[in-house]
């Protein structure tokens, strides 16, 4: 995580405000994230991880948090695609170019995936253009890699 700028911190407080507004329940690993780092940006360096079935790289374009700019707020990407992604779904990052991190907290597709809803992704299609990345918010991050 040294390869985050964070926006700053959260503290418990906010972050159960942020999960009344939403109407979610936030794993532990994440309500850990936004209290260190509220989101934030790669350092000089691009981040990026590679989709598990295709082996496409996808690079980190920002980690969202509470923020009074709207590109980097997760409250205005949320309030935005709430009614396309299900119950317990949410964006919590967009990719350099074009497309979204969401993750899922509860059932059975719960873990973070890669929405590519511009269908930049040559195997995209209206069928499928979402692509699992990990099952946990951790291990997502843990597979962001340097890319000079």
């Known amino acids: 995580m040294n390869n985050i700028v964070g926006f700053g911190h959260l503290s418990e407080e906010e972050i159960m405000v942020l999960e009344l507004e939403m109407d979610l329940k936030f794993p532990s690993e994440y309500k850990n994230f936004l209290k260190k780092y509220n989101g934030g940006l790669p350092k000089e360096q691009y981040l990026s991880t590679r989709l598990p079935d295709t082996g496409e790289e996808i690079i980190l374009g920002v980690l969202l948090g509470v923020n009074d700019n709207e590109n980097f ?12 992604l299900p119950p317990s779904g949410f964006v919590i990052g ?13 059932g059975d597709e719960k873990g973070v995936y890669f929405w590519d ?3 930049v992704l040559e195997n995209s299609s209206d069928e ?3 692509y699992w990345l990990s099952d946990t918010f ?5 597979n962001l890699s340097v890319n000079d």
């Open 138 to 142: 951790e291990g997502f991050i843990n």
């Open 128 to 130: 499928e253009n979402v």
């Open 94 to 106: 967009t990719e350099y170019n074009s497309g979204l991190f969401i993750m899922i907290i509860t």
């Open 73 to 84: 707020d997760l409250r205005t990407w949320f309030l935005e695609f709430d009614d396309e």
């Open 117 to 119: 809803n511009a269908y």
